[in-house]
Protein backbone atom coordinates (compact mmCIF):
# COMPACT_ATOMS: atom_id res chain seq x y z
CA UNK A 1 0.00 0.00 0.00
CA UNK A 2 1.65 3.91 -0.85
CA UNK A 3 1.62 6.32 1.46
CA UNK A 4 -1.52 7.63 0.54
CA UNK A 5 -3.27 4.58 0.89
CA UNK A 6 -5.51 2.89 3.84
CA UNK A 7 -4.32 0.01 5.89
CA UNK A 8 -6.60 -2.48 5.45
CA UNK A 9 -7.40 -4.78 7.80
CA UNK A 10 -9.52 -7.16 6.09
CA UNK A 11 -11.30 -9.18 8.50
CA UNK A 12 -13.32 -6.72 9.40
CA UNK A 13 -13.44 -4.62 6.48
CA UNK A 14 -15.13 -5.19 3.25
CA UNK A 15 -14.39 -3.59 0.07
CA UNK A 16 -15.02 -4.13 -3.67
CA UNK A 17 -13.22 -2.37 -5.93
CA UNK A 18 -14.14 -2.13 -9.74
CA UNK A 19 -11.90 0.31 -11.23
CA UNK A 20 -7.74 1.68 -10.20
CA UNK A 21 -8.26 3.10 -6.61
CA UNK A 22 -6.86 7.06 -7.46
CA UNK A 23 -6.21 8.42 -3.81
CA UNK A 24 -5.93 7.09 -0.78
CA UNK A 25 -4.96 7.92 3.14
CA UNK A 26 -3.63 5.72 5.43
CA UNK A 27 -4.60 4.89 8.84
CA UNK A 28 -2.11 2.18 10.70
CA UNK A 29 -3.88 1.23 14.15
CA UNK A 30 -5.79 -2.19 15.51
CA UNK A 31 -8.80 -0.40 14.68
CA UNK A 32 -10.45 -2.07 11.68
CA UNK A 33 -9.45 0.03 8.39
CA UNK A 34 -10.53 0.72 5.11
CA UNK A 35 -9.77 1.84 1.28
CA UNK A 36 -10.85 4.91 0.78
CA UNK A 37 -10.90 6.12 -3.36
CA UNK A 38 -12.89 7.44 -6.04
CA UNK A 39 -14.39 4.29 -7.61
CA UNK A 40 -15.37 1.74 -4.86
CA UNK A 41 -17.93 -0.46 -6.47
CA UNK A 42 -19.67 -0.85 -3.43
CA UNK A 43 -20.04 1.07 -0.23
CA UNK A 44 -17.49 -0.26 2.51
CA UNK A 45 -19.69 -1.94 5.06
CA UNK A 46 -18.21 -2.58 8.70
CA UNK A 47 -19.53 -3.03 12.38
CA UNK A 48 -21.75 -5.47 14.75
CA UNK A 49 -24.93 -6.48 13.52
CA UNK A 50 -27.36 -5.10 15.85
CA UNK A 51 -25.60 -1.73 16.43
CA UNK A 52 -26.87 1.54 14.94
CA UNK A 53 -26.65 1.70 11.44
CA UNK A 54 -24.89 5.14 10.27
CA UNK A 55 -24.32 5.86 6.40
CA UNK A 56 -21.25 8.02 5.85
CA UNK A 57 -19.60 10.30 3.12
CA UNK A 58 -18.42 13.65 2.27
CA UNK A 59 -19.98 16.49 0.51
CA UNK A 60 -17.09 16.19 -1.63
CA UNK A 61 -15.75 14.03 -4.52
CA UNK A 62 -11.82 15.70 -4.69
CA UNK A 63 -8.97 13.66 -4.56
CA UNK A 64 -7.61 14.92 -2.03
CA UNK A 65 -10.35 16.30 -0.20
CA UNK A 66 -9.89 17.15 3.47
CA UNK A 67 -13.72 16.22 4.37
CA UNK A 68 -12.94 12.60 2.41
CA UNK A 69 -9.69 11.75 4.71
CA UNK A 70 -12.40 13.30 7.74
CA UNK A 71 -15.65 11.19 7.33
CA UNK A 72 -13.08 7.97 6.27
CA UNK A 73 -11.06 8.58 10.14
CA UNK A 74 -14.73 9.43 11.76
CA UNK A 75 -15.77 6.37 10.25
CA UNK A 76 -13.69 3.78 11.41
CA UNK A 77 -13.69 5.55 15.20
CA UNK A 78 -17.10 5.23 14.84
CA UNK A 79 -16.86 1.26 14.63
CA UNK A 80 -14.84 1.18 17.71
CA UNK A 81 -17.70 2.96 19.19
CA UNK A 82 -19.81 0.43 18.11
CA UNK A 83 -21.87 1.37 15.26
CA UNK A 84 -22.29 -0.68 12.43
CA UNK A 85 -21.13 1.96 9.43
CA UNK A 86 -21.29 2.43 5.49
CA UNK A 87 -19.15 4.41 3.94
CA UNK A 88 -20.04 5.75 0.70
CA UNK A 89 -18.03 7.70 -2.28
CA UNK A 90 -20.43 9.87 -4.08
CA UNK A 91 -18.09 9.66 -6.72
CA UNK A 92 -19.09 6.57 -7.01
CA UNK A 93 -23.43 7.72 -7.75
CA UNK A 94 -22.91 10.08 -10.50
CA UNK A 95 -26.28 12.14 -10.91
CA UNK A 96 -26.93 15.19 -13.33
CA UNK A 97 -28.04 18.89 -11.91
CA UNK A 98 -31.70 18.22 -10.64
CA UNK A 99 -33.84 19.49 -13.14
CA UNK A 100 -37.58 19.16 -12.74
CA UNK A 101 -38.31 18.69 -16.38
CA UNK A 102 -36.12 15.79 -16.72
CA UNK A 103 -37.57 14.55 -13.46
CA UNK A 104 -40.51 14.65 -15.44
CA UNK A 105 -39.57 13.01 -18.92
CA UNK A 106 -36.81 10.05 -17.53
CA UNK A 107 -37.71 10.05 -13.67
CA UNK A 108 -35.42 9.77 -10.93
CA UNK A 109 -32.16 8.80 -11.73
CA UNK A 110 -31.12 5.30 -11.09
CA UNK A 111 -28.19 6.73 -8.86
CA UNK A 112 -30.19 8.50 -7.11
CA UNK A 113 -32.44 5.78 -6.10
CA UNK A 114 -29.70 4.01 -5.33
CA UNK A 115 -28.62 6.76 -2.22
CA UNK A 116 -32.25 7.27 -1.48
CA UNK A 117 -32.54 3.29 -0.73
CA UNK A 118 -28.81 3.83 1.22
CA UNK A 119 -30.47 6.53 3.69
CA UNK A 120 -33.70 4.16 4.20
CA UNK A 121 -31.60 1.10 4.78
CA UNK A 122 -29.59 2.93 7.55
CA UNK A 123 -30.76 4.53 10.68
CA UNK A 124 -28.29 7.73 10.40
CA UNK A 125 -26.26 9.87 8.77
CA UNK A 126 -22.89 11.30 9.37
CA UNK A 127 -21.47 13.86 6.74
CA UNK A 128 -18.41 15.51 6.79
CA UNK A 129 -19.09 18.74 3.51
CA UNK A 130 -16.56 21.38 2.80
CA UNK A 131 -17.55 25.06 2.91
CA UNK A 132 -18.35 26.79 -0.21
CA UNK A 133 -18.56 30.44 -0.48
CA UNK A 134 -20.08 30.47 3.34
CA UNK A 135 -22.28 27.40 2.14
CA UNK A 136 -23.08 23.73 1.04
CA UNK A 137 -21.54 22.37 -1.36
CA UNK A 138 -23.16 21.92 -5.18
CA UNK A 139 -22.07 18.04 -5.27
CA UNK A 140 -24.59 17.60 -1.51
CA UNK A 141 -27.12 19.67 -2.50
CA UNK A 142 -27.81 18.17 -5.57
CA UNK A 143 -27.52 14.55 -3.98
CA UNK A 144 -29.88 16.17 -1.24
CA UNK A 145 -32.57 17.42 -3.99
CA UNK A 146 -32.46 13.95 -5.70
CA UNK A 147 -32.69 11.46 -3.26
CA UNK A 148 -35.70 13.37 -1.40
CA UNK A 149 -38.06 13.43 -4.66
CA UNK A 150 -40.97 10.95 -4.05
CA UNK A 151 -41.06 8.14 -6.21
CA UNK A 152 -41.64 4.53 -6.89
CA UNK A 153 -44.04 4.43 -3.64
CA UNK A 154 -41.70 6.26 -1.33
CA UNK A 155 -42.57 9.85 0.15
CA UNK A 156 -41.20 13.17 -0.57
CA UNK A 157 -37.82 13.36 2.08
CA UNK A 158 -38.68 9.79 3.44
CA UNK A 159 -34.88 8.98 3.11
CA UNK A 160 -34.74 11.83 5.72
CA UNK A 161 -37.32 12.15 8.13
CA UNK A 162 -36.60 10.47 11.70
CA UNK A 163 -33.19 10.38 10.65
CA UNK A 164 -30.46 11.01 13.15
CA UNK A 165 -27.39 13.32 11.84
CA UNK A 166 -23.96 14.54 12.58
CA UNK A 167 -22.01 17.02 10.97
CA UNK A 168 -18.69 17.78 10.62
CA UNK A 169 -16.14 19.79 8.46
CA UNK A 170 -12.82 20.75 7.48
CA UNK A 171 -10.73 23.20 5.78
CA UNK A 172 -7.38 24.55 5.88
CA UNK A 173 -9.20 28.42 7.19
CA UNK A 174 -9.49 28.73 10.82
CA UNK A 175 -12.76 28.55 11.09
CA UNK A 176 -12.87 25.02 9.76
CA UNK A 177 -15.86 25.12 7.50
CA UNK A 178 -18.68 25.87 10.17
CA UNK A 179 -20.41 28.01 7.90
CA UNK A 180 -21.33 26.03 5.60
CA UNK A 181 -22.61 23.35 8.40
CA UNK A 182 -25.06 26.04 9.36
CA UNK A 183 -27.11 25.35 6.10
CA UNK A 184 -26.58 21.94 5.91
CA UNK A 185 -28.11 21.33 9.81
CA UNK A 186 -31.08 24.13 8.41
CA UNK A 187 -31.97 22.10 5.46
CA UNK A 188 -31.74 18.28 7.33
CA UNK A 189 -33.67 19.85 10.04
CA UNK A 190 -36.39 21.23 8.00
CA UNK A 191 -36.42 17.88 6.52
CA UNK A 192 -37.20 16.40 9.56
CA UNK A 193 -33.70 15.04 10.46
CA UNK A 194 -32.45 15.17 13.72
CA UNK A 195 -29.11 17.04 13.86
CA UNK A 196 -26.79 16.61 17.38
CA UNK A 197 -25.64 18.84 18.44
CA UNK A 198 -21.91 19.51 18.38
CA UNK A 199 -20.47 19.84 14.90
CA UNK A 200 -17.18 19.19 14.18
CA UNK A 201 -15.01 21.87 12.23
CA UNK A 202 -11.64 21.27 12.02
CA UNK A 203 -9.62 23.87 10.89
CA UNK A 204 -5.95 24.09 9.88
CA UNK A 205 -6.92 20.79 7.83
CA UNK A 206 -3.60 20.92 5.21
CA UNK A 207 -1.43 20.39 8.71
CA UNK A 208 -4.15 18.42 10.68
CA UNK A 209 -3.32 14.74 9.47
CA UNK A 210 -0.08 12.65 9.76
CA UNK A 211 1.18 11.11 6.40
CA UNK A 212 -0.65 8.17 7.63
CA UNK A 213 -3.93 9.94 7.59
CA UNK A 214 -4.84 9.98 11.28
CA UNK A 215 -5.68 12.94 13.24
CA UNK A 216 -2.37 14.13 14.74
CA UNK A 217 -4.42 16.40 17.75
CA UNK A 218 -5.38 14.47 20.67
CA UNK A 219 -7.85 17.51 21.44
CA UNK A 220 -9.37 17.22 17.83
CA UNK A 221 -9.39 13.26 18.17
CA UNK A 222 -11.12 13.94 21.53
CA UNK A 223 -13.96 16.07 19.43
CA UNK A 224 -14.71 13.80 17.26
CA UNK A 225 -14.87 10.59 19.48
CA UNK A 226 -17.67 12.79 21.30
CA UNK A 227 -19.99 13.77 18.35
CA UNK A 228 -19.32 10.28 17.19
CA UNK A 229 -20.16 8.82 20.87
CA UNK A 230 -23.71 11.34 20.64
CA UNK A 231 -24.68 10.34 17.23
CA UNK A 232 -24.18 6.90 18.34
CA UNK A 233 -26.35 6.85 22.02
CA UNK A 234 -28.59 8.89 19.99
CA UNK A 235 -29.48 6.92 17.30
CA UNK A 236 -29.68 3.94 19.46
CA UNK A 237 -31.92 5.40 21.87
CA UNK A 238 -34.56 7.06 19.38
CA UNK A 239 -34.12 3.33 17.40
CA UNK A 240 -35.17 1.23 20.86
CA UNK A 241 -38.22 3.90 21.67
CA UNK A 242 -39.84 3.17 18.14
CA UNK A 243 -39.04 -0.31 18.32
Known amino acids: MTEQGWTLNRETCRVSNLRALESFVNINSDAPTLELGRGLQQPTTYGVDGMPRIMAFAGSARRESFNRKLVATAAIKARTLGADVTLVELADYPIPLFDGDLEAVEGIHDNATKLRQLMLDHDALL ?21 SRPADGVAMSAAYRGKVAGLLSASPGSLGGMRGLVHVRAILSGMGVLVVPGDMSLGGAHSAFSDNGALIDDKSNARLERILSTLISTTAALSSATS
Open 127 to 147: IACPEYNGSITPLLKNVIDWT
